[in-house]
Every structure is written in structure tokens, then in C-alpha cells.
């Protein structure tokens, strides 16, 4: 099966990004294909490089790329959700005058068509998160 994931929550405050990531992790072990993670609403905190949780806990945000890096995976941080959170690649920098990024490089920020693309060619969309 095809999946395409959307989380739209934050990667401490709220559960939903641990469990996006479980699921997607399970799928993956399980032999079936994740699309697109699609990060939405508070969910594009989970790509910032500047994360850094104290060393007993996890880092959801190094997890994710992790992920992404061993199993290819297509990681989009919604445009729209990530300037009003101040998470920045070089082109939003460059077009924002803004003096430095913060997202980590396995993540890419692009719109929400992106999501629609995922729904449209994946079996099923799984939303975590309110």
C-alpha cells in the first residue's frame, strides 16, 4: 500500500509527530511505500536543524531525517505554515531578507498543492494530529 502522511503538529507538545513517525516506520518495515510526509500547521517545527532536546530525550527531528535519509523519503514543510513559524530554507531567506535558514536539509519547503499531489497518488492519507 501507498501511503501519504500529514502531520500537523509540533514534535514536542503534542503526540501526534511521535506517532506519525512510529506508523511511518512501521509501514516502511512492513514493505509498503510512504509518498510524501506532508508537515502542516505547528507539524513544520518538526524540520528545524536547531532543535535540541536535552541528551535523555528523543529528537524527533533528527528521527525523521534519519528516516528520510535511509528510505528516501519525500519530506514537505508546508510554505505558507513555515514563514509564520520562522522556518526558512535559502529561497524563502533570499526572498524574505532574512540572514540564515534553519531547516534541516532532508525537509524542503514547497506548497500545499504538494499534499494534494500525495492524496491523489497514494492509496491512503493518514493525518495526525488536530
Request: charged content about 25%.
Given at each position: 500500500?501507498?501511503?501519504?502522511?500529514?502531520?500537523?503538529?509540533?514534535?514536542?507538545?503534542?503526540?501526534?509527530?511521535?506517532?506519525?513517525?512510529?506508523?511511518?516506520?512501521?509501514?516502511?518495515?512492513?514493505?509498503?511505500?510512504?509518498?510524501?510526509?506532508?508537515?502542516?500547521?505547528?507539524?513544520?517545527?518538526?524540520?528545524?536543524?536547531?532543535?535540541?532536546?536535552?541528551?535523555?530525550?528523543?529528537?524527533?527531528?533528527?528521527?525523521?531525517?534519519?528516516?528520510?535519509?535511509?528510505?528516501?523519503?519525500?519530506?514537505?514543510?508546508?510554505?505558507?505554515?513555515?514563514?509564520?513559524?520562522?522556518?526558512?530554507?535559502?529561497?524563502?531567506?533570499?526572498?524574505?531578507?532574512?540572514?540564515?535558514?534553519?531547516?534541516?536539509?532532508?525537509?524542503?519547503?514547497s506548497g500545499l498543492g504538494q499534499l494534494v499531489e500525495a492524496a491523489i497518488?497514494?492509496?491512503?492519507?493518514?493525518?495526525?494530529?488536530?
Amino acid at each position: 500500500m501507498k501511503f501519504a502522511i500529514q502531520v500537523n503538529e509540533g514534535p514536542y507538545q503534542h503526540q501526534a509527530a511521535d506517532s506519525a513517525y512510529f506508523f511511518a516506520k512501521a509501514a516502511l518495515e512492513k514493505g509498503h511505500e510512504i509518498f510524501r510526509v506532508f508537515f502542516y500547521h505547528d507539524g513544520v517545527n518538526n524540520s528545524t536543524r536547531l532543535t535540541t532536546p536535552p541528551q535523555d530525550d528523543r529528537n524527533v527531528v533528527a528521527r525523521w531525517a534519519e528516516l528520510a535519509e535511509q528510505h528516501d523519503l519525500d519530506m514537505v514543510v508546508c510554505v505558507a505554515a513555515a514563514q509564520r513559524r520562522g522556518v526558512v530554507d535559502e529561497g524563502e531567506a533570499q526572498r524574505n531578507g532574512k540572514d540564515a535558514t534553519n531547516i534541516d536539509p532532508r525537509f524542503r519547503i514547497s506548497g500545499l498543492g504538494q499534499l494534494v499531489e500525495a492524496a491523489i497518488q497514494s492509496d491512503r492519507l493518514v493525518v495526525f494530529g488536530d
